[in-house]
């Protein structure tokens, strides 16, 4: 089992930066690749970036390529998204999940552990 949770979300204008924690709990963790979500809304939720077991490989969605970077701390069971150069169209609310595989697929099917997602709310 592993759960997970959320933080760093809120309110930021466009061009600014925050970056989002996935902080877990569970022995497994290091052993399941990571993705982080987004739902706007009336919109489906969506995959942003992707990361595998050990950090040796991401991805991105093109939409945040260049501007969202993943990385993780196994060591301290934590995910991190940090988000720059934000738009509005990055309003959402943001989920990490961990993966049922080290090294992906990051599809929500793939997923089998969800957090509850932080807000994250870009101005214009």
């Known amino acids: 089992q592993v759960q997970l949770v959320e933080s760093g979300g809120g309110l930021v204008q466009a061009g600014g930066s925050l970056r989002l924690s996935c902080a877990a709990s569970?022995?497994?963790?290091?052993?399941?690749?990571i993705g982080w979500f987004r739902q706007a809304p009336g919109k489906e939720r969506d995959i942003v970036a992707g990361?595998?077991?050990?950090?040796?490989?991401?991805y991105y969605v093109d939409s945040v390529k260049g501007r969202f970077t993943i990385s993780r701390d196994n060591a301290k069971n934590t995910v991190y998204l940090q988000m720059n150069s934000l738009k509005p169209e990055d309003t959402a609310v943001y989920y990490c999940?961990?993966?049922?595989?080290?090294?992906?697929?990051?599809?929500?099917?793939?997923?089998?552990?969800w957090g509850k997602g932080t807000l994250v709310t870009v101005s214009s």
């Open positions: 999940a961990a993966a049922r595989y080290a090294n992906g697929p990051y599809s929500s099917e793939s997923m089998d552990y």
């Open positions: 569970g022995r497994t963790f290091s052993m399941h690749a």
């Open positions: 990361i595998n077991w050990s950090g040796s490989s991401t």
